[in-house]
């Protein structure tokens, strides 16, 4: 039953709105605004990442491997407990577009502090764990929040129009060169002598999410376009709210959002509807990001191992910062073409670098070229595009309904990783399932899908892309 409205309360938050609107922000709020929001960005890939990276050494730990060798057959049944939960994990994902949905109605700002937050409470369930059964725990608490990119709507709807490319993937390059500290802290706490010394490269990102994330809610102002869409919607007479939907059901939309209505508008939407298809064949690829960790622990030492990861993170930054650039001159379109074939063609290389014994130079360079082109490609066509081709007041629904929907993708690769990695060398079977399904995802991408660079996101409507 639809709960009735309560005016009382519709006025007080429609006067919170106004003065929030009517609040000057100073000169250099934009400025402060994409700090904090870089530096969120930098807990969000660090948390993305970390785990991958600590992978062989939290189970050499909690599985009691005291070989610790990745070829060994203790690692191989340690690796089907773990794999088949982060496979798992994507259904937790089903109650994220709720979740995320709740921003269009509340607001973008509590939601930023709650995301983060999450994180490092996830990191920190991780860091303590003494049981598998809390390592994937902590690991499940994690993967809820990561995928919600807050930030990422915090930016678009507060960067000018012609720039939000720009902004988005400046933000992240600098959050992903910073994902190096991971590496550096591994040098610093790893040690081979001293199981459970992976838990202390945890500790100061758990800290500064923690802190980072209650700050936000006092730092960062409302955006501007929530500000104004529920202002909209506020001020509308109950006659002109039932005239809108009723609009809404003929056209799919809905100024309030919500995870069905989002649902709906993303199959009815023939441009949402192909973005979708190109995004759950590309995230078929990303789960080689899971394993990298142990293709290099199998090729050389655990100092070594720590060397690439301080280097692919300065590579992976450098090609996120450069394809925004480009991503806002040439297009949305244009660019994830070149970001897939860079991703497979870094991806081969890594291979070939594990394999031949280039070093820990080389492996992280190609590495970083791989999942540089993989991610960027990820935010364009998973954040970017969405987001650019939905209305304001379901922009969020869309974002987390549709982010859930494409990453049920990953199931596809991780199946069959999971089940042919028993049989096929783990770095081969990376680029036998990734280059299918990439090739099918860019040929989708480039004959369905509208380009969406320099559009108005106040402007958007049910029929703009038809």
Known sequence: MKRPIDPVREQRELAR???EASRRKGPYYLLFAMIVLTVIYIVDEITSNVNAAMQPYALFDLFGITSRNVNAPEYKTALNTVAPWQVASNLFLIVTPFYKALSDKYGRRLFLMINTVGMGL???IVMTSRSVTQYILGMLFMMFFTPNDMQVLYIMETAPKEKRAT??????GIALISVSLIGVLSR?????DVPESWRMVYLIPVIVALAVGAGSFLL???TPVFVEQRRHYLSLTPDERAALAEADKK?????QGGVFRALKFIFVNRQLRCILIAGFLFFATTFYTSYYATVL?????TELVAVALIIYPLVNGAVTIVSGFFSDKLGRKKVCLILGGLALFGLLMFVLACRLGWGPFAAGVFYGLSIGGLWSMSDTLILTMPAESSPSGMRASVMGTISVMIGAGMFIGQALFIVLQNFISMDILFLCICVPFMALSLIVLMTKVKETKDVDLDD???DTYK
């Open 17 to 19: 709105l106004g003065r």
């Open 122 to 124: 996830g990191m920190l």
């Open 167 to 172: 902004y988005s993937f400046v933000a992240k």
């Open 188 to 192: 610093v706490f790893l040690k081979d």
């Open 220 to 222: 960062m102002r409302e």
């Open 251 to 255: 056209s799919g939309a809905a100024e």
């Open 297 to 301: 622990e199998g090729a050389m030492t």
């Open 460 to 462: 958007i409507t049910a």
